[in-house]
């Protein structure tokens, strides 16, 4: 197991250039299979490089054609699609200049609209002003109306006090007769009331 | 005369500008430059010869077409790559569908198409032990030490995130190290073709 990290660890360094850690350097000194491995995966690289010319020479020639500017009409030229196009870069929104400046823009728009909406209550128009004032009028011009509202709501009420007054003077009858005694009011329901 | 002479000492992305600017023989020189290398390229994505050969004239055509989209702030090895893996991997589609439509029985006694690869372990044996590794290993190898390309540049080439390169870069190596043995130099029993794992898309 620490063969296999520690020559990820060597393969690390060699695409990275980072150095190899003391744990992975260490079992690479003590390890024989992991130094050669080092070894071998630094020669390789200059192995591969000073071959490559060498392996290309062993590929025959051959012509490429349609490469004149004749042959493709200017008009095509340019004219692309947009996968083709794609320079194989990030979409524009995604780099981070353009991300930033989105985000800015967006904040600021943000803000305008909430500002404005806070400070601005909302106000009637003329006609709704108009209708309010007419019914605060209609009110204030007419007490025999609001009187009667008054009294109707007064009188429920005095009927509930005359119904319960009934029913105690019906329970004080039965007692009186069921236990033979007397019961008097003390003091007589006022007229008025 | 004087300026083509100078040709052949310019950058790719030099060539690139003046071909976006109208410059055929720049465009010829790049085609010049890389035809062999995206040959070998590509000839570990396809079947024969005459397909490597076929999408490398495509991939260059498409480029000639494509040339004023180039932004000389990349290199130009990553476009020209990415363009023919991208070719590469709608042929590798066409093509699967139409097999599914041949049928095998109608094919007869085929010969096998002759490589023109070397296959003989020469002055450039690490490569071809390379070639035996399979398609994805290979074609990382190549990108990293034949086009001296970054992790970063590899990976926005075959569409794969950096992890998943230096990945396949391990595997490439621990396993061509395994084929050619200590010494590097000698090559173990070659058997051009024989894949290795293969980790692609």
């Given at each position: 197991m620490l063969c296999k990290i520690s020559r990820w660890m060597v393969s690390r360094a060699e695409d990275t250039g980072k150095t190899l850690p003391r744990f992975a350097e260490r079992h690479v000194k003590r390890c024989g299979a992991c130094r050669e491995f080092a070894r071998s995966s630094a020669s390789l690289s200059t192995g591969l490089k000073a071959?490559?010319?060498?392996?290309?020479?062993g590929v025959p020639e051959f012509p490429v054609r349609a490469l004149a500017p004749t042959e493709v009409p200017a008009t095509e030229?340019?004219?692309?699609s947009g996968a083709d196009r794609r320079p194989n870069r990030p979409w524009p929104f995604?780099?981070?200049?353009p991300a930033a400046a989105m985000a800015v823009l967006l904040i600021?728009?943000?803000?305008?609209v909430v500002f404005r909406i806070g400070r601005h209550e909302p106000q009637l128009s003329a006609q709704d002003r108009a209708a309010a004032?007419?019914?605060i009028k209609s009110v204030s011009s007419a007490p025999g109306e609001l009187g009667g509202v008054v009294s109707e709501a007064e009188s429920s009420l005095d009927k509930e006090r005359q119904i319960l007054e009934k029913s105690i003077a019906s329970a004080a009858e039965y007692l009186q007769a069921r236990l033979n005694i007397k019961i008097e009011r003390r003091n007589p329901p006022s007229k008025a009331s | 005369m004087a300026d083509h002479d100078r040709i052949g000492e310019r950058t790719d992305e030099e060539l690139a500008r003046e071909a976006r600017a109208g410059s055929g023989r720049s465009f010829e020189e790049l085609a010049r430059r890389y035809k062999r290398r995206l040959f070998v390229y590509l000839r570990s994505r396809v079947g024969s010869d005459q397909d490597a050969e076929d999408m490398v004239q495509d991939t260059f055509l498409k480029l000639y077409r494509n040339i004023g989209s180039y932004d000389p702030a990349y290199r130009f090895t990553t476009w020209l790559y990415t363009s023919a893996n991208r070719l590469a991997i709608d042929s590798h589609r066409k093509k699967t569908v139409m097999t599914a439509r041949v049928d095998v029985e109608d094919l007869g006694d085929l010969p096998e198409p002759a490589s023109r690869m070397p296959t003989e372990?020469?002055?450039?044996?690490?490569w071809d032990a390379a070639r035996g590794l399979g398609e994805s290993r290979f074609r990382v190898l190549?990108?990293?030490?034949?086009?001296d390309m970054s992790i970063e540049e590899i990976a926005a080439v075959i569409g794969r995130t950096k992890l998943a390169v230096r990945v396949l870069l391990h595997r490439a190596r621990a396993a061509l190290i395994e084929r050619v043995g200590p010494g590097m130099g000698r090559v173990k029993a070659l058997e051009p073709g024989v894949a290795g794992e293969t980790v692609g898309k």
């Open positions: 071959e490559r010319a060498a392996f290309l020479d030229r340019g004219n692309v995604l780099r981070p200049l600021a728009v943000g803000a305008f004032m007419a019914a | 372990a020469g002055a450039s044996g690490l190549w990108l990293r030490y034949g086009e």
